[in-house]
Protein backbone atom coordinates (compact mmCIF):
# COMPACT_ATOMS: atom_id res chain seq x y z
CA UNK A 1 0.00 0.00 0.00
CA UNK A 2 1.44 3.30 -0.89
CA UNK A 3 -1.16 5.82 0.31
CA UNK A 4 -4.45 5.52 2.31
CA UNK A 5 -7.09 6.49 0.27
CA UNK A 6 -9.78 9.34 0.62
CA UNK A 7 -12.85 7.66 -0.30
CA UNK A 8 -12.83 4.86 -3.06
CA UNK A 9 -9.08 3.44 -3.34
CA UNK A 10 -7.39 3.93 -6.73
CA UNK A 11 -4.52 3.43 -8.23
CA UNK A 12 -2.48 5.85 -6.35
CA UNK A 13 -3.24 3.58 -3.10
CA UNK A 14 -0.76 1.12 -4.44
CA UNK A 15 1.84 0.16 -5.41
CA UNK A 16 3.93 -2.84 -7.04
CA UNK A 17 7.36 -3.55 -6.16
CA UNK A 18 9.63 -6.55 -7.43
CA UNK A 19 11.68 -8.56 -4.66
CA UNK A 20 13.68 -11.95 -4.82
CA UNK A 21 11.21 -14.71 -4.40
CA UNK A 22 12.11 -15.48 -0.02
CA UNK A 23 13.80 -18.60 1.04
CA UNK A 24 12.06 -19.99 3.68
CA UNK A 25 13.87 -20.10 7.37
CA UNK A 26 13.75 -23.04 9.81
CA UNK A 27 10.88 -23.52 10.53
CA UNK A 28 8.91 -21.54 7.69
CA UNK A 29 7.50 -22.74 3.86
CA UNK A 30 7.22 -20.44 1.03
CA UNK A 31 3.90 -20.24 -0.53
CA UNK A 32 3.03 -19.44 -4.77
CA UNK A 33 -0.19 -17.77 -3.93
CA UNK A 34 -2.51 -18.81 -6.88
CA UNK A 35 -5.73 -16.91 -5.87
CA UNK A 36 -6.47 -14.05 -3.73
CA UNK A 37 -9.45 -12.98 -1.71
CA UNK A 38 -11.21 -9.77 -2.26
CA UNK A 39 -13.06 -8.48 0.67
CA UNK A 40 -15.04 -5.60 1.71
CA UNK A 41 -13.34 -5.27 4.93
CA UNK A 42 -10.00 -4.24 2.98
CA UNK A 43 -11.51 -0.94 2.83
CA UNK A 44 -11.56 -0.44 6.25
CA UNK A 45 -8.08 -2.25 6.56
CA UNK A 46 -6.42 0.75 4.76
CA UNK A 47 -7.53 3.40 6.44
CA UNK A 48 -6.72 5.38 9.50
CA UNK A 49 -8.85 4.31 12.15
CA UNK A 50 -8.40 0.11 13.50
CA UNK A 51 -10.73 -1.58 12.88
CA UNK A 52 -11.11 -4.72 14.69
CA UNK A 53 -7.22 -5.24 13.03
CA UNK A 54 -4.67 -2.97 13.30
CA UNK A 55 -4.21 -1.04 9.82
CA UNK A 56 -2.24 -2.07 7.24
CA UNK A 57 0.77 -0.18 7.51
CA UNK A 58 2.00 2.17 4.71
CA UNK A 59 4.42 0.71 2.62
CA UNK A 60 3.26 -2.86 3.53
CA UNK A 61 2.23 -5.50 1.69
CA UNK A 62 -1.96 -5.36 1.36
CA UNK A 63 -3.30 -8.29 4.00
CA UNK A 64 -5.37 -10.61 1.81
CA UNK A 65 -6.72 -14.28 2.91
CA UNK A 66 -5.50 -16.39 -0.23
CA UNK A 67 -4.58 -19.79 -1.69
CA UNK A 68 -1.25 -21.43 -2.72
CA UNK A 69 0.67 -23.60 -3.37
CA UNK A 70 3.74 -24.65 -0.92
CA UNK A 71 7.09 -23.49 -3.39
CA UNK A 72 9.90 -24.60 -0.83
CA UNK A 73 9.85 -25.73 2.83
CA UNK A 74 11.86 -25.96 5.75
CA UNK A 75 8.72 -26.84 7.92
CA UNK A 76 7.83 -30.35 8.66
CA UNK A 77 3.71 -30.04 8.04
CA UNK A 78 3.93 -28.68 4.91
CA UNK A 79 5.69 -30.02 1.97
CA UNK A 80 6.13 -28.88 -1.43
CA UNK A 81 3.39 -29.15 -3.90
CA UNK A 82 0.79 -28.88 -1.00
CA UNK A 83 -2.34 -26.27 -1.60
CA UNK A 84 -2.68 -23.73 1.48
CA UNK A 85 -5.12 -21.13 2.80
CA UNK A 86 -4.01 -18.00 4.73
CA UNK A 87 -3.01 -14.53 5.44
CA UNK A 88 -0.43 -14.68 2.75
CA UNK A 89 -1.43 -10.57 1.27
CA UNK A 90 -1.32 -9.42 -2.10
CA UNK A 91 1.92 -10.73 -3.52
CA UNK A 92 3.15 -13.52 -5.77
CA UNK A 93 5.33 -15.45 -2.58
CA UNK A 94 4.84 -15.46 0.59
CA UNK A 95 6.61 -16.71 3.73
CA UNK A 96 4.71 -18.49 6.41
CA UNK A 97 5.45 -20.30 9.49
CA UNK A 98 1.96 -22.15 9.71
CA UNK A 99 -0.05 -20.09 12.49
CA UNK A 100 -2.44 -17.35 12.13
CA UNK A 101 -5.20 -19.57 10.20
CA UNK A 102 -3.23 -21.17 7.88
CA UNK A 103 -4.98 -24.39 6.20
CA UNK A 104 -4.14 -27.15 4.19
CA UNK A 105 -6.70 -27.49 1.35
CA UNK A 106 -8.94 -30.05 0.13
CA UNK A 107 -9.31 -30.02 -3.60
CA UNK A 108 -11.28 -33.16 -3.66
CA UNK A 109 -14.38 -31.57 -1.97
CA UNK A 110 -13.96 -28.08 -3.37
CA UNK A 111 -11.39 -26.47 -6.40
CA UNK A 112 -9.23 -24.05 -4.70
CA UNK A 113 -11.11 -20.74 -5.27
CA UNK A 114 -13.77 -22.01 -3.33
CA UNK A 115 -11.44 -22.44 -0.33
CA UNK A 116 -11.70 -18.69 -0.11
CA UNK A 117 -15.93 -18.26 -0.62
CA UNK A 118 -18.11 -20.90 1.34
CA UNK A 119 -15.18 -22.78 2.85
CA UNK A 120 -13.16 -19.66 3.76
CA UNK A 121 -14.09 -16.75 5.88
CA UNK A 122 -17.36 -15.58 4.29
CA UNK A 123 -18.70 -19.65 4.33
CA UNK A 124 -17.48 -19.64 8.18
CA UNK A 125 -19.46 -15.85 8.84
CA UNK A 126 -22.69 -17.11 7.07
CA UNK A 127 -22.58 -19.77 9.15
CA UNK A 128 -21.87 -18.64 12.84
CA UNK A 129 -23.51 -15.03 12.21
CA UNK A 130 -26.95 -16.94 11.57
CA UNK A 131 -27.17 -20.02 13.83
CA UNK A 132 -25.08 -18.35 16.96
CA UNK A 133 -25.48 -14.56 16.27
CA UNK A 134 -28.91 -14.41 14.65
CA UNK A 135 -30.15 -17.55 16.37
CA UNK A 136 -31.97 -18.78 13.54
CA UNK A 137 -34.65 -21.35 14.37
CA UNK A 138 -36.51 -23.71 12.26
CA UNK A 139 -39.91 -21.45 10.67
CA UNK A 140 -37.98 -18.38 10.56
CA UNK A 141 -38.61 -15.95 8.14
CA UNK A 142 -35.12 -14.71 7.67
CA UNK A 143 -33.48 -11.36 5.33
CA UNK A 144 -29.99 -11.34 4.23
CA UNK A 145 -29.03 -8.40 2.20
CA UNK A 146 -26.07 -8.40 -0.31
CA UNK A 147 -27.57 -11.70 -0.94
CA UNK A 148 -25.72 -12.45 -4.13
CA UNK A 149 -22.72 -12.46 -2.68
CA UNK A 150 -19.81 -14.28 -0.82
CA UNK A 151 -21.60 -14.14 2.58
CA UNK A 152 -25.28 -13.86 1.62
CA UNK A 153 -25.00 -16.55 -0.82
CA UNK A 154 -24.09 -18.67 1.60
CA UNK A 155 -26.24 -17.72 3.67
CA UNK A 156 -29.13 -17.79 2.40
CA UNK A 157 -28.65 -21.73 1.51
CA UNK A 158 -28.09 -22.33 5.29
CA UNK A 159 -31.41 -20.70 6.17
CA UNK A 160 -33.19 -22.58 3.59
CA UNK A 161 -31.77 -25.85 4.55
CA UNK A 162 -32.56 -25.08 8.34
CA UNK A 163 -35.96 -24.83 7.32
CA UNK A 164 -36.55 -21.08 7.04
CA UNK A 165 -38.58 -18.71 4.68
CA UNK A 166 -35.84 -16.50 2.91
CA UNK A 167 -35.90 -13.34 1.46
CA UNK A 168 -32.84 -11.75 -0.06
CA UNK A 169 -31.57 -8.01 -1.27
CA UNK A 170 -29.73 -7.93 -4.40
CA UNK A 171 -28.99 -5.10 -6.87
CA UNK A 172 -30.54 -5.96 -10.19
CA UNK A 173 -32.66 -8.60 -11.94
CA UNK A 174 -29.91 -10.82 -12.75
CA UNK A 175 -28.64 -11.18 -9.24
CA UNK A 176 -32.63 -11.92 -8.23
CA UNK A 177 -33.22 -14.18 -10.72
CA UNK A 178 -29.98 -16.25 -9.56
CA UNK A 179 -30.96 -16.06 -5.69
CA UNK A 180 -34.44 -17.94 -6.41
CA UNK A 181 -33.63 -20.17 -9.38
CA UNK A 182 -30.31 -21.50 -8.24
CA UNK A 183 -29.66 -21.02 -4.72
CA UNK A 184 -33.23 -21.73 -3.47
CA UNK A 185 -34.24 -17.71 -2.16
CA UNK A 186 -38.21 -18.08 -1.45
CA UNK A 187 -37.88 -14.44 -2.59
CA UNK A 188 -35.62 -11.65 -4.14
CA UNK A 189 -35.77 -7.97 -4.22
CA UNK A 190 -34.13 -6.08 -5.87
CA UNK A 191 -33.20 -3.12 -3.90
CA UNK A 192 -32.42 -0.60 -6.84
CA UNK A 193 -35.50 -1.11 -8.49
CA UNK A 194 -37.69 0.29 -6.16
CA UNK A 195 -38.99 0.61 -2.66
CA UNK A 196 -37.63 -1.67 -0.40
CA UNK A 197 -39.95 -1.41 2.51
CA UNK A 198 -43.09 -2.66 -0.35
CA UNK A 199 -41.19 -5.78 -1.33
CA UNK A 200 -40.72 -6.64 2.02
CA UNK A 201 -44.30 -5.76 3.22
CA UNK A 202 -45.29 -8.22 0.61
CA UNK A 203 -42.65 -10.94 0.91
CA UNK A 204 -43.24 -11.10 5.14
CA UNK A 205 -46.49 -9.27 5.82
CA UNK A 206 -45.91 -10.73 9.58
CA UNK A 207 -42.81 -9.48 9.43
CA UNK A 208 -38.86 -11.16 10.03
CA UNK A 209 -37.54 -12.92 12.63
CA UNK A 210 -33.57 -12.34 11.67
CA UNK A 211 -31.95 -10.05 9.66
CA UNK A 212 -28.42 -10.81 8.23
CA UNK A 213 -27.10 -7.31 7.78
CA UNK A 214 -24.15 -7.12 5.23
CA UNK A 215 -24.86 -3.77 3.47
CA UNK A 216 -26.67 -1.33 6.67
CA UNK A 217 -28.09 2.14 5.11
CA UNK A 218 -31.35 1.69 3.54
CA UNK A 219 -31.74 -1.60 3.72
CA UNK A 220 -31.38 -1.57 7.49
CA UNK A 221 -33.67 1.14 7.77
CA UNK A 222 -36.64 -1.03 6.19
CA UNK A 223 -36.09 -4.25 7.95
CA UNK A 224 -36.19 -1.98 11.62
CA UNK A 225 -39.66 -1.27 10.44
CA UNK A 226 -40.60 -4.64 9.40
CA UNK A 227 -39.24 -6.35 12.54
CA UNK A 228 -41.04 -9.23 14.48
CA UNK A 229 -41.40 -9.16 18.10
CA UNK A 230 -38.32 -11.20 19.23
CA UNK A 231 -36.33 -10.15 16.09
CA UNK A 232 -32.79 -10.65 15.91
CA UNK A 233 -30.83 -8.54 13.21
CA UNK A 234 -26.88 -10.24 13.13
CA UNK A 235 -24.60 -6.86 12.13
CA UNK A 236 -22.13 -8.68 9.65
CA UNK A 237 -21.19 -5.09 7.77
CA UNK A 238 -22.18 -2.54 6.48
CA UNK A 239 -20.49 -1.85 2.30
CA UNK A 240 -23.13 0.91 1.49
CA UNK A 241 -21.08 3.59 4.17
CA UNK A 242 -17.37 1.74 3.40
CA UNK A 243 -16.26 4.72 1.13
CA UNK A 244 -18.44 7.28 2.58
CA UNK A 245 -16.09 10.67 3.67
CA UNK A 246 -18.61 11.76 5.84
CA UNK A 247 -20.07 10.53 9.44
CA UNK A 248 -23.21 8.95 8.34
CA UNK A 249 -26.87 9.01 9.94
CA UNK A 250 -27.34 5.99 12.19
CA UNK A 251 -30.72 4.26 11.13
CA UNK A 252 -33.75 6.64 12.02
CA UNK A 253 -36.18 3.64 13.01
CA UNK A 254 -33.78 2.34 16.09
CA UNK A 255 -36.58 2.72 18.32
CA UNK A 256 -37.95 -0.39 16.84
CA UNK A 257 -35.59 -2.93 18.70
CA UNK A 258 -37.18 -1.62 21.63
CA UNK A 259 -40.99 -1.50 20.10
CA UNK A 260 -40.18 -5.32 18.92
CA UNK A 261 -38.08 -6.56 22.02
CA UNK A 262 -35.64 -6.90 18.85
CA UNK A 263 -31.64 -7.24 19.36
CA UNK A 264 -28.92 -6.15 17.10
CA UNK A 265 -25.43 -8.08 17.69
CA UNK A 266 -22.79 -7.05 15.68
CA UNK A 267 -19.95 -9.81 14.95
CA UNK A 268 -16.49 -10.71 14.19
CA UNK A 269 -16.17 -14.53 12.55
CA UNK A 270 -12.89 -14.27 14.17
CA UNK A 271 -14.51 -14.29 17.50
CA UNK A 272 -15.69 -18.20 16.71
CA UNK A 273 -12.09 -19.44 15.54
CA UNK A 274 -12.54 -22.19 18.25
CA UNK A 275 -15.33 -23.79 16.60
CA UNK A 276 -13.90 -23.18 12.93
CA UNK A 277 -13.81 -27.38 13.07
CA UNK A 278 -17.45 -27.24 13.28
CA UNK A 279 -18.04 -25.04 10.73
CA UNK A 280 -16.06 -26.36 7.93
CA UNK A 281 -17.11 -30.12 9.12
CA UNK A 282 -21.23 -28.62 8.41
CA UNK A 283 -19.95 -26.94 5.51
CA UNK A 284 -18.08 -29.92 3.75
CA UNK A 285 -20.63 -31.97 4.22
CA UNK A 286 -23.69 -29.93 2.73
CA UNK A 287 -20.96 -29.16 -0.37
CA UNK A 288 -20.43 -32.89 -0.58
CA UNK A 289 -24.24 -33.42 -0.65
CA UNK A 290 -24.96 -30.79 -3.18
CA UNK A 291 -26.84 -29.15 -0.36
CA UNK A 292 -24.79 -25.84 -0.13
CA UNK A 293 -23.92 -24.41 -3.92
CA UNK A 294 -20.49 -22.69 -3.99
CA UNK A 295 -19.86 -19.94 -6.71
CA UNK A 296 -16.62 -17.86 -7.29
CA UNK A 297 -16.61 -15.41 -9.61
CA UNK A 298 -12.09 -15.55 -10.51
CA UNK A 299 -10.94 -12.67 -12.12
CA UNK A 300 -7.45 -12.73 -13.80
CA UNK A 301 -4.56 -9.72 -14.39
CA UNK A 302 -2.42 -10.99 -11.86
CA UNK A 303 -1.66 -8.16 -8.73
CA UNK A 304 -1.61 -5.71 -10.90
CA UNK A 305 -5.27 -6.00 -11.48
CA UNK A 306 -5.85 -5.80 -7.60
CA UNK A 307 -6.80 -2.17 -6.69
CA UNK A 308 -9.34 -2.60 -9.99
CA UNK A 309 -10.55 -6.14 -8.91
CA UNK A 310 -11.07 -4.69 -5.09
CA UNK A 311 -13.60 -1.91 -6.03
CA UNK A 312 -15.82 -4.23 -7.94
CA UNK A 313 -17.00 -5.11 -4.64
CA UNK A 314 -18.05 -1.89 -4.07
CA UNK A 315 -19.60 -1.83 -7.92
CA UNK A 316 -21.64 -4.83 -7.21
CA UNK A 317 -19.79 -6.21 -10.03
CA UNK A 318 -19.11 -9.87 -8.53
CA UNK A 319 -21.79 -12.97 -8.20
CA UNK A 320 -20.77 -14.94 -5.08
CA UNK A 321 -17.19 -14.72 -4.40
CA UNK A 322 -14.75 -12.59 -5.75
CA UNK A 323 -11.69 -13.91 -6.09
CA UNK A 324 -8.37 -12.60 -8.06
CA UNK A 325 -6.00 -15.44 -9.67
CA UNK A 326 -2.14 -14.18 -9.48
CA UNK A 327 -1.13 -17.40 -10.74
CA UNK A 328 -1.17 -20.27 -13.13
CA UNK A 329 -4.59 -21.29 -11.08
CA UNK A 330 -4.86 -24.46 -9.49
CA UNK A 331 -7.39 -26.31 -11.69
CA UNK A 332 -8.14 -30.12 -11.20
CA UNK A 333 -4.99 -31.96 -11.99
CA UNK A 334 -4.17 -30.41 -8.87
CA UNK A 335 -4.28 -33.28 -6.36
CA UNK A 336 -2.24 -35.10 -8.52
CA UNK A 337 0.40 -32.76 -9.36
CA UNK A 338 0.64 -32.42 -5.22
CA UNK A 339 1.17 -35.70 -4.72
CA UNK A 340 3.78 -35.98 -7.67
CA UNK A 341 5.28 -33.41 -5.95
CA UNK A 342 5.64 -34.43 -2.43
CA UNK A 343 6.29 -38.48 -2.94
N1 LIG B 1 -18.41 -9.62 10.48
C1 LIG B 1 -17.55 -10.40 9.86
O1 LIG B 1 -16.78 -11.15 10.48
C2 LIG B 1 -17.51 -10.39 8.37
C3 LIG B 1 -16.77 -11.35 7.65
C4 LIG B 1 -16.82 -11.32 6.24
C5 LIG B 1 -17.56 -10.32 5.60
N2 LIG B 1 -18.22 -9.40 6.35
C6 LIG B 1 -19.04 -8.37 5.73
O2 LIG B 1 -20.04 -9.03 4.99
C7 LIG B 1 -20.47 -8.21 3.93
C8 LIG B 1 -20.43 -9.00 2.62
O3 LIG B 1 -19.09 -9.37 2.35
P1 LIG B 1 -18.75 -10.30 1.11
O4 LIG B 1 -17.33 -10.67 1.22
O5 LIG B 1 -19.79 -11.36 1.03
O6 LIG B 1 -18.90 -9.30 -0.11
P2 LIG B 1 -19.87 -9.50 -1.37
O7 LIG B 1 -21.26 -9.46 -0.84
O8 LIG B 1 -19.41 -10.65 -2.14
O9 LIG B 1 -19.58 -8.21 -2.25
C9 LIG B 1 -20.06 -6.97 -1.91
C10 LIG B 1 -21.50 -6.74 -2.43
O10 LIG B 1 -22.05 -5.66 -1.69
C11 LIG B 1 -23.06 -5.07 -2.46
N3 LIG B 1 -22.98 -3.61 -2.35
C12 LIG B 1 -21.97 -2.82 -2.77
N4 LIG B 1 -22.25 -1.52 -2.49
C13 LIG B 1 -23.48 -1.52 -1.91
C14 LIG B 1 -24.34 -0.50 -1.41
N5 LIG B 1 -23.97 0.80 -1.43
N6 LIG B 1 -25.53 -0.86 -0.88
C15 LIG B 1 -25.91 -2.14 -0.84
N7 LIG B 1 -25.15 -3.18 -1.28
C16 LIG B 1 -23.94 -2.84 -1.82
C17 LIG B 1 -22.85 -5.50 -3.92
O11 LIG B 1 -23.93 -6.34 -4.28
P3 LIG B 1 -25.27 -5.74 -4.99
O12 LIG B 1 -25.01 -5.83 -6.46
O13 LIG B 1 -26.33 -6.64 -4.49
O14 LIG B 1 -25.40 -4.32 -4.54
C18 LIG B 1 -21.55 -6.29 -3.88
O15 LIG B 1 -21.55 -7.36 -4.79
C19 LIG B 1 -19.55 -6.99 3.93
O16 LIG B 1 -20.20 -5.94 4.59
C20 LIG B 1 -18.36 -7.47 4.72
O17 LIG B 1 -17.65 -6.42 5.31
C21 LIG B 1 -18.19 -9.42 7.70
Redesign the pocket.
Known amino acids: MAKRPVGRADDSTWEITTEPIPEPGDGEFVVRVEYISL???MRGWIGEVPTYVEPVEIGAVMRAHAVGRVHASRHPEYEVGQTVSGMFGVCEYAVSDGRHDVLHVDESLAPAPAWLGALG??GL?AYFGLLDVGKMKPGDTVLIS?A?????SIAGQIAKLSGCRVIGV???PE?CAWLTEELGYDVAIDYKAGSIGKALRAAAPKGIDVYFD??G?E?LESALGHLRRGARIAL?????SYNATDPQPGPSRYMQLLMKRASLTG???FDFARRYPEAYAALGHWIRRGDVVTHEQVETGGIEAYGRTMNM??D?A?TG??VLQVGDGLASAAPAAAQAASS
Do not use: E, M, R
Open positions: DPAFPTGAGAVGAGGKNVGVCGGISFIVLFGNKL
